[in-house]
């Protein structure tokens, strides 16, 4: 059991999602990700917060498999994921969106979250049999791609170009093109960043909604947010966790005050 993760309840009934053991990443000398225990429950929302530099897009790396670990291990789903390629992650459902845009600006939208949709496509066939089977494979991939356009209210723009899309509706792309994956874990990362109110606020109703029943983490730089919408938070801090609860305990920790929120919230 890690020092800074209690279980909220019997460890035995709970269903671990995303775990980390003493993960840790360093670059040179400078350790950028310090030995952290994660231990996130099926279904759960976490947020991931702390100061600039902290490490939480370095930890994302790492859990997504941008960037090999230095040290520690990841599991998900119970099976250890440490050493795959990141392809293979999203292949077992770990999806993950981008503080920047990863959208194909050139294709359409439709285009964009089939091709995310295609990506991953899990069917019975083996590689042979598929072949044989092609018109199978699209329907099914059809069929999903025009299940997100739906979930994402993108569907009466799905032949346009996705670079004709304003901003919100961009992120709202990209979003979608991460639930074309059918992931069961979604790592997001500041995905209102840059946004109007009222597109943070669409935002934040979309992935409620359309991945309520997934396990979430999230780094968000917007406080309020963060407390309105985690079960749990995690605080970095020079790539330590220096904090993990839920919101109102991570509100009341004093090492979190001095650290980080300086009195931003009572
Ligand atoms: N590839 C790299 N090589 C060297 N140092 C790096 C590299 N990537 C990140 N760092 C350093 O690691 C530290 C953590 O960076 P990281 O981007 O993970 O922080 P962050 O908490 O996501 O910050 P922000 O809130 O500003 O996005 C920073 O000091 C950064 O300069």
């Known amino acids: 059991m890690s020092r800074t993760e209690t279980p909220a309840e019997d460890e035995s009934v709970v269903d671990r999602m995303l775990e980390t053991d003493g993960l ?24 991931i917060i702390g100061p600039n530099g902290a490490g939480k897009t370095t930890l994302f790396n790492l859990l997504s498999g941008a960037l090999p670990v230095t040290e520690g291990s990841i599991r998900f789903d119970g099976t250890e994921i440490t050493d795959l390629a990141p392809q293979e992650r999203v292949h077992r459902g770990l999806g993950r969106s981008f503080q920047i845009l990863n959208i194909f600006e050139e294709l359409t939208v439709r285009e964009n979250v089939r091709l995310a949709a295609q990506s991953v496509h899990r069917d019975d066939y ?92 999230l780094i968000e730089h917007d406080i309020e947010l963060v407390m309105d919408l985690s079960d749990r938070i995690t605080v970095l801090n020079q790539g330590e966790v220096i904090a993990s609860g839920p919101p109102d305990a991570i509100a009341a920790d004093q090492a979190v005050q001095d650290a980080y929120l300086g009195g931003m919230v009572e």
């Open 24 to 47: 840790t990443k360093r670059f040179g000398a400078f350790t950028a990700v310090d030995d952290v225990d994660l231990s996130i429950e099926q279904g759960e929302f976490r947020s």
């Open 126 to 217: 083996g590689f042979f049999e598929s072949l044989f089977k092609p018109t199978d494979r699209h329907e099914t991939i059809n069929a999903r791609t025009d299940d997100v356009l739906d979930r994402i209210d993108l569907a009466s723009v799905g032949d346009e170009e996705a670079a004709a899309l304003d901003y919100g509706g961009k992120r709202r792309l990209e979003i979608g093109m991460v639930l074309a994956t059918d992931p069961q874990v979604v790592l997001f990362d500041e995905p209102t960043a840059g946004m109007s109110i009222e597109e943070t606020e669409a935002t934040i109703d979309l992935i409620e909604d359309v991945l309520a029943d997934q396990t979430l983490l």
